[in-house]
């Protein structure tokens, strides 16, 4: 059970965050405020308490606060972004971790090795880290070497079609996993109950667990179905400025 949830309020230059499909236009800002309003209140109802950070006008990406950090059940991470305009994010999020942890259980990945937080997804103690062109090699051998240090393993998981790993694959407990493009036949992820997303509905394989519901983004039917069948109280928050700069419902927090 999470509970705790940390979010970033997006700033004004949301509209000029990195985008893989600029055909989408730019985000509207009001829209996205809103938008991240109804979020924090989708959180809520879950039953966790929300830190909100201010607004950075400096980093455009910072709202996707899941990327500067990785929090398990046993530290904290701090992660070291490939993409060269979001790497300083990094540096506002220590601060707010040292209120939850102690400093030994803070770590921090160095150059050379990057990697971001919306490539690593936790099944228990587990944790799979998407190589990406964010994450790197060194990046996942600095990470899994953290996690063994405090009773954890990891696993590296390549990727090529997506930004990050929970793009397009993310647990939802009870070993139900959402899958789509590449990961629909990945072998790291046999062994779960794998509830497949067609390509139409593909931004949506980004779903959130908390304490038991999940959070679906809002139009996309046959994810919220099968989500529903599976056993599960759904919210559904629409995230459509987000999606304009590849972000999605996983981006926008860190859960813990
Ligand atoms: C970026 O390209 O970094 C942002 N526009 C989107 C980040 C999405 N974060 C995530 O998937 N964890």
Redesign the pocket.
């Known amino acids: 059970m999470f509970k705790n949830v940390i979010v970033k309020t997006p700033c004004k230059a949301v509209t000029q ?4 499909a600029p055909e989408l236009g730019q985000p509207d800002y009001s829209l996205a405020l809103k938008q991240h309003a109804a979020y924090i209140e989708a959180l809520k109802q879950c039953g966790v308490s929300v830190t909100v950070l201010p607004a950075d006008e400096s980093f ?2 910072s709202c ?1 606060v ?2 500067v950090a990785v929090i398990t059940p046993k530290c904290a991470i701090v992660t070291n ?1 490939g ?1 060269a305009t ?1 790497n300083q994010e990094t540096k506002a999020i220590v601060p707010v971790l040292k209120q939850f942890f102690p400093e030994d259980k803070i770590e921090y990945i160095t150059a050379p090795g990057t990697l ?4 690593v997804m936790m099944v228990g103690t587990h944790f799979y880290v998407g190589r990406s062109a ?1 994450t790197n090699e060194e990046g996942i051998k600095q990470f899994i070497a953290i996690l063994e240090k405090h009773g954890l393993t990891g696993s590296e998981v390549p990727l090529t079609e997506v ?2 790993l ?2 397009g694959v993310n647990y939802i407990e009870n070993n139900n996993m959402l899958v789509a493009g590449e990961f629909i036949t990945k072998a790291e992820f046999a062994q779960y109950n794998k509830i497949v997303i067609p390509q139409s509905e593909s931004y949506a394989a ?1 779903c959130i667990w908390v304490n038991g519901t999940v959070i679906v983004p809002c139009g996309y039917p046959t994810v919220e179905k099968a989500v529903k069948d599976a056993g599960y109280p759904v919210i559904l928050v629409d995230t459509s400025e ?1 999606r304009k ?4 419902l ?2 926008l927090s860190l859960r813990f």
């Not at 965050?17 to 893989?20: A, E, F, M, R, V």
């Open positions: 965050g990195i985008t893989s455009p990406d996707f899941e990327d972004p993409a979001r971001e937080g919306g490539d964010r930004l990050h929970k793009t980004n987000f700069i590849d972000g999605g996983s981006c």
